[in-house]
């Protein structure tokens, strides 16, 4: 016998009701409501006893229906607004990213405008952000797409393009061309290992293939971009990395990893990352209004940004660590450290940087590459977060002491 019901209004018009019993039956357990699905067209019946499989796909869609996020590129099926999206969002929070999106498309609303910026002004637009080689690919592929009269309407076509991968390939066709394909990013991993209880390492072929598999199998006929959206949610903000609410999920009870107490230790990762520390030493140089600069070259992962003197280059010798303030001021003894190990995290390295402060009274010939900028300048010139950080510092110091 029917105790209670509860009706969830989920996108496209359907409606998800939950049935709960006052008492096991043959067919029905109380602890479990029976789920019945509506539409405009058709009735659907379906038990929890049903695969998970099954359950799987409509359970995401009523929470996305309630709990989806509100996000700009979710509007609209252009190409070009989810592509810039999907770039911008790589290894990178939507709250973060957000006001980034925002800029290109105001600075840059189409591609073909994109495709014909200097890399430093799309550099400079991009600074703070990090991972700079997006920036660089993006402008490329965004010339790629006005070279082929347009972007590419499927995954596979997609990730002829500088940058994209199969996952940013997969979200473009489905969000804005309605490809199935399922979307398969960090979130759907954690979310598919811990419902399904897959401890196949998320860093390794096989276990991709299997995921990957997995996803495609999940994906339904119809809504599967909302789908695809609803499941990356899911994974944003309900099945998160840490200390997920999972009394609150409206997966809980069928979900592996909640049932056999594995919910933080999956996904697994076979692969840890190694973490190489490095110090760096940089000198600001002040003389009349300037400041002394150079461009990073190819081959690192600040390839094309700015950055004050290194005092290596400075003084044209190796420095002992410990000894640089000293070794700075036998030479000029005016240098003032207004930065001591400031600690930058990357994913590969854990920079210590230190940042001393030389006014000049006499010019001096800087050693290549680099250049005098003026100061008031300088902000026209793309930097790393780190540069931008110390250059902040020196700035809190020159005020204090002007």
Known sequence: MISKSVSLKCPNDYFLKFYFFKRKSAFYDNRKPF????????????????????????????????????????????????????????????????????????????????????????????????????????????????????????????????????????????????????????????????????????????????????????????????????????????????????????????????????????PVKQKKVKKQNVLLNYVYLQYKGKTALMRRGKGDIWNGLWQPLLLEDLLQQPIEPSTECKTLQKHYPQAVQVVKELKHLLTHRTVFANMFFIRLEQEITLPEPYLWVKEDEIEQYAHSRLVELLLEKVRDYLGANH
């Open 35 to 266: 789920l019945l699905i509506t539409s405009k067209e058709k009735t659907l019946s379906l038990r929890l006893n049903m695969s998970k499989e099954q359950q799987f796909a409509p359970t995401l869609l009523a929470w996305y229906g309630i709990n989806g996020r509100e996000l700009p590129w979710r509007k609209t099926t252009n190409p070009y607004f989810i592509w810039l999206s999907e770039i911008i969002l790589q290894q990178t929070r939507v709250e973060q990213g957000m006001s980034y999106w925002h800029k290109f498309v105001e600075r840059y609303g189409t591609v073909e405008q994109l495709a014909t910026a200097s890399e430093d002004a799309v550099l400079l637009l991009w600074q703070g952000l990090g991972y700079y080689f997006r920036a660089r690919n993006m402008r490329v592929a965004a010339q790629q797409v006005v070279e082929m009269g347009g972007f590419p309407t499927t995954s596979k076509e997609l990730q002829q393009l500088k940058g994209v991968g199969v996952y940013t390939a997969s979200a473009i066709a489905s969000f804005a061309f309605n490809e199935q394909v399922a979307v398969v990013d960090g979130n759907v991993y954690r979310v598919l290992a811990r419902y399904f209880g897959i401890d196949a390492p998320i860093d390794d072929r096989k276990g991709k293939e299997l995921f990957e598999q997995l996803a495609q199998r999940l994906l339904p006929h119809k809504d599967s971009a909302q789908y695809n959206q609803a499941i990356m949610d899911f994974g944003a903000l309900q099945c998160v990395p840490a200390s997920p609410n999972c009394m609150q999920c409206p997966l809980m009870e069928t979900c592996d990893a909640f049932r056999n107490n594995k919910v933080a230790a999956l």
